[in-house]
């Protein structure tokens, strides 16, 4: 029953801004760890952004540029990507796993329910 949605990807010049929408059903975001990851063609899934029990965390490659939210009301999380650059390119998942987790939470072991992904190409 739980599951989730990705949308909002697509193609879009270096330089531009992407916001990529997680919608979920079954169970309710605020309950749960939370997180959005990539994948490129080649390469492993990398934790892009998260929130955890204890804060919100970004991999280093994107502070600044990236910004994750939960939105209650409507039951999604959600990434704003701007400054989009090349190696940006990828399938983007969100991710959820129920329960407390202290620290950082950008290891996808962590986590138990994954959405199908959307692509995000930037490119000229």
């Known amino acids: 029953q739980v599951q989730l949605v990705e949308s909002g990807g697509g193609l879009v010049q270096p330089g531009g801004s992407l916001r990529l929408s997680c919608a979920a059903s079954g169970f309710t975001l605020n309950d749960y760890v939370i997180g959005w990851f990539r994948q490129a063609p080649g390469k492993e899934r990398e934790g892009v952004s998260c929130i955890s029990s204890t804060g919100t965390y970004y991999v280093d490659i994107v502070k600044g540029r990236f910004t994750i939210s939960r939105d209650n009301a409507k039951n999604t999380l959600n990434l704003q990507m701007n400054s989009l650059k090349p190696e940006d390119t990828a399938v983007y998942y969100c991710?959820?796993?129920?329960?407390?987790?202290?620290?950082?939470?950008?290891?996808?072991?962590?986590?138990?329910?994954w959405g199908q992904g959307t692509q995000v190409t930037v490119s000229s």
């Open positions: 991710a959820v796993r129920r329960g407390r987790h202290y620290g950082t939470c950008l290891h996808a072991d962590l986590y138990a329910s």
